[in-house]
């Protein structure tokens, strides 16, 4: 008799178990998204500096006249495809003159805004991703 008094008393407990842990499941889920999206814009980006510090290294100044406005157009154009536009132009400037062994680097700033769990970060106006590569020309 006393098991079934106890059982009895025991039906509300799951439930407020359940309320006061599912908030801290959900933010942690959350979380986890933000933390994956920034990572991936994070690596789109870098990627579309990549390319195109690469594209203004192989391509010669015989072939186009402008090997550094073929590195930013697809600077620009991978981002594009992503959905993504950089806060300025994408920049790919030669160490001087474009010639063999010069540095050549490439940098863009990308604005980055959370859906969830960022409040704060999105009250002050979210924040930006930066990526450069650098590359020698050939």
Same mark, same amino acid.
């Given at each position: 008799?006393?098991?079934? %008094?106890?059982?009895?008393? *025991?039906?509300?407990?799951?439930?407020?178990? $359940?309320?006061?842990?599912?908030?801290?499941?959900?933010?942690?889920?959350?979380? /986890?998204?933000? $933390?994956?999206?920034?990572?991936?814009?994070?690596?789109?980006? #870098?990627?579309?500096?990549?390319? &195109?510090?690469? !594209?203004?290294?192989?391509?010669? *100044?015989? @072939?186009? +006249? @402008?090997?550094?406005?073929?590195?930013? @157009?697809?600077?620009?154009?991978?981002?594009?495809?992503?959905?993504?536009?950089?806060? *300025?132009? +994408?920049?790919?400037? /030669?160490? &001087? +003159? /474009?010639?063999? @062994?010069?540095?050549?680097?490439?940098?863009?700033? !990308? %604005? $980055?805004? +959370?859906?969830?769990?960022?409040?704060?970060?999105?009250?002050?106006?979210?924040?930006?991703?930066? #990526?450069? *590569?650098?590359?020698?020309?050939?």
């Amino acid at each position: 008799m006393k098991l079934r %008094h106890t059982l009895a008393n *025991a039906k509300g407990t799951s439930l407020l178990e $359940f309320l006061v842990v599912f908030p801290f499941i959900m933010l942690i889920f959350l979380v /986890c998204i933000e $933390f994956t999206r920034a990572w991936m814009t994070a690596n789109i980006v #870098q990627n579309a500096v990549r390319e &195109g510090v690469r !594209v203004a290294v192989v391509t010669k *100044a015989t @072939d186009i +006249p @402008d090997p550094i406005a073929a590195g930013t @157009d697809r600077i620009i154009r991978i981002l594009n495809l992503s959905s993504l536009s950089p806060v *300025a132009g +994408p920049t790919v400037t /030669c160490g &001087g +003159p /474009c010639v063999p @062994d010069a540095t050549v680097v490439a940098s863009v700033r !990308v %604005h $980055f805004d +959370p859906l969830f769990g960022g409040f704060i970060i999105q009250m002050l106006g979210g924040y930006d991703i930066t #990526q450069t *590569a650098t590359m020698r020309y050939e």
